[in-house]
């Protein structure tokens, strides 16, 4: 079951008078889904954070897929403006959570900072025949809720073979769609300007069966 994602300060991993106080935000999410002839999606996820007072402690993402795993090499932490790349040591949960914990000499202060990580995620759950259409299959990807509304979200899904959107897909006037090619993979991409705070983000496509 896909969780709520949230930014928190971690006070279970400090002594009662070190406790830290944050006022920390998500502000928007990128993602781009990478998805392989054999369902293996290597998902590249980049949130935008603004920390408006105090420091940063910790930073806790959660309600991506489950069964993740997580390149610990693609992980970054970067004002920016001119506050440099910060270290964070990193965990990640057997739920699927991904947590991010600073010293507090080097932890960020007061601005607007970029998270990047990758992970790589089995998709083979979620394809399914298409009803009345056994030569293509439906593929789906999920972004989850956020304990705040995210301004300027995208995702984007690179899919083998010719695929197009979902047909279950409503041209909503909220949501910008575009497609392209790319050598012999398709770009399918979505954008919000504002997702309500909580509502997860389902997004579909239809791909070839013979691509996958």
Known sequence: MRMLAWV?????????TALAWTDAQVQTARVRVEVDPQALATVRVELRVEVRAGWLEGLEVAGFDDALRLDDDSVRFEGTDEEGSFHPRVRRRDDGRIQFRFERRHAPRRGAYRVLFSYVSDLTSVLRPVAEDESHLHVEW??????????GVEIALVLPGDAMFGADESERATVQRDRTTIGEQSRLAWRRAHLPRTLPWRVTAEVSRSAM
């Open 8 to 16: 928190a300060v971690w006070a279970l991993w400090t002594t009662p």
């Open 142 to 151: 999920t972004l989850p809720g956020w304990r705040s509304g995210l301004d």
